[in-house]
C-alpha cells in the first residue's frame, strides 16, 4: 500500500496570506503546505482520501490524481471537509454517489454544509454523497481494514486511521493510553505538529510528539499539519531525532 501527502499544512495553510516570515517567503517548494490530507493506494490501486478540504482541486489536478473510491473524514472543521462539493466531475465521471465514511456527528455536519447533495430532487450539477457512519471499530471496505483511531482535539473527539501497520493522525492534542495501545510499534505513524514551541490547545507542538515518538516506538514517524512557526523545512527536518521527519506535499510513503 501507498500513502500520498496531497497537503501538510494548518487551516491557514503555507505561505500564511499577509505573512512575510522566512518561511513565507521561502522558494523551496517543501516549505508551500496546502491544507492537510491524504491518499492511500490499496495493494489493488483502489484510492482512498482522506479529509477534503478547500485545496482539494489543486491537490488532486498536481498530483495526477483522477480517482476517488471512498473518502475517509477525521472531523468536521472546514479545513478537512470543505472541499466535498469540488468532488462533483468525479462523481459525474462514475455515475456513482461518493461513499464517505466518518463519525456520526461528522455526518450530520456534512448534511448540514452540503445539503443539496443528499435533496431527493438534486439539481443536475449538484454532488451526491452516501454517508456511512462509523464508530470506534475496525470495519473493512475495498478489501482493507480500517481501524480508527480516536483522539481529542480541543473538545471534540477526532478519527485518525489505521491501515496495517501505519497509522494516520491529525489535529490531535491528546491520545488516551487505551487508544495509543493500537499506535505501538507502527512502521510507519503520521502526527500532527502545529509548531516547535508555545503549547498550543488543541494540537501537539514538537515536545509532544517527540515524547509520543519515544513512547510509541514506531520506525519512521513523519510530522503534518505544520503551521509557518515550525521552521524551514530543511532546517527543522535535520534537527529531528532519528527516525522522525517532516512530510511535505507530494511525499509518498510506502507501507
Keep these: ?11 491557514q495553510g503555507v505561505p500564511v496570506i499577509g505573512c512575510t516570515c522566512e518561511v513565507c517567503t521561502s522558494q523551496n517548494p517543501k516549505d508551500n503546505r496546502f491544507r492537510s490530507s491524504v491518499m492511500i493506494s490499496t495493494e489493488e490501486n483502489k484510492k482512498i482520501l ?18 476517488i473510491d471512498i473518502a475517509l473524514i477525521t472531523h468536521e472543521h472546514n479545513d478537512h471537509v470543505i472541499g466535498l462539493d469540488d468532488m462533483r466531475p468525479l462523481i459525474f ?28 430532487e438534486r439539481y443536475p450539477g449538484a454532488p451526491a454523497f452516501d454517508l456511512h457512519e462509523i464508530e470506534n471499530e475496525p470495519f473493512t471496505v475495498l478489501d482493507t481494514e480500517i481501524t480508527p483511531i480516536e483522539v481529542i482535539h480541543f473538545k471534540i473527539t477526532v478519527f485518525g486511521y489505521k491501515f496495517k501497520n501505519m497509522a494516520y493522525i491529525t489535529d490531535a492534542g491528546f491520545i488516551s493510553d487505551t487508544e495509543k495501545e493500537k499506535l505501538k510499534n507502527l512502521d510507519v505513524l503520521v502526527l500532527n505538529c502545529i509548531r516547535k514551541f508555545d503549547p498550543h490547545p488543541a494540537h501537539f507542538i514538537l515536545p509532544d510528539v517527540i515524547k509520543l515518538f519515544e513512547e510509541l516506538k514506531p520506525k519512521k514517524l513523519f510530522l503534518t499539519h505544520i503551521s ?18 517532516l512530510a511535505y506535499d507530494g511525499l509518498e510513503i510506502n507501507f
Design 93 to 120: 465521471k462514475s455515475g456513482k454517489n461518493m461513499p464517505i465514511y466518518c463519525y456520526p456527528r461528522v455526518g450530520h455536519e456534512i448534511k448540514n454544509r452540503f445539503p443539496y447533495a443528499f435533496a431527493d
Design 50 to 67: 482522506i479529509d477534503c478540504g478547500p485545496d482539494f482541486r489543486q491537490q488532486m489536478l498536481l498530483n495526477h490524481e483522477n480517482t
Design 1 to 11: 500500500m501507498k500513502l500520498k501527502f496531497l497537503g501538510t499544512g494548518t487551516s
Design 228 to 245: 509557518h512557526h515550525l521552521g524551514l523545512h530543511d532546517v527543522e527536518d535535520k534537527q529531528l531525532p532519528l527516525g522522525m521527519h
